[in-house]
């Protein structure tokens, strides 16, 4: 007996796949201060991994279709993970009153002085990422686009 094949269940089943994915949560504890500077110096390493493609980039003065959107997307990304860095570290000090709670979830940061509008700014931070991907993304095209000899 011959099996029919089964390239018409590759949707169906990739679909399937998904739509049983449990819940999965943005933010994630770390557990205790540990976990925090564990995670900080993962930043602090990203950080330096970028300043050195930036180094790496002026003195090898890249040039030619890309390069331009790709060093902007090095300095966004650098800012978003400085901002990202900060943020992580004010979570230790604003204080829990400042918070409005609905269902034990934060929903509402009361601003009281600079640093708590800081604090806030400093979760925006995907105003910051996603313009930084969309250079890459540029990046990328235009690479793609342009023959080998030009780039």
């Not at 933010?27 to 976990?35: A, N, R």
């Not at 060093?71 to 400042?98: G, P």
């Not at 931070?125 to 080998?148: G, R, Y």
Request: a positive charge.
């Amino acid at each position: 007996m011959k099996f029919p094949p089964l390239k018409h269940l590759r949707l169906p089943l990739l679909l399937l796949i998904l739509f049983q994915a449990s819940p999965a949560w943005a933010v994630q504890p770390h557990g205790g201060l540990e976990g925090l500077v564990s995670h900080e110096l993962g930043h602090a390493l990203f950080s330096g991994g970028l300043i050195y493609l930036l180094i790496q980039g002026y003195l090898s003065k890249w040039h030619g279709p890309g390069w331009r959107q790709f060093r902007l997307f090095l300095w966004l990304v650098l800012l978003w993970n400085i901002l990202t860095f900060t943020s992580h570290w004010m979570d230790l000090y604003v204080s829990s009153d400042q918070f409005v709670r609905s269902n034990g979830q934060k929903i509402s940061l009361h601003i009281v002085d600079f640093s708590s509008l800081f604090y806030y700014l400093s979760k925006l931070d995907h105003l910051v990422l996603v313009p930084a991907l969309i250079f890459l993304l540029s990046a990328l095209k235009n690479w793609s686009q342009t023959p080998e000899e030009e780039k």
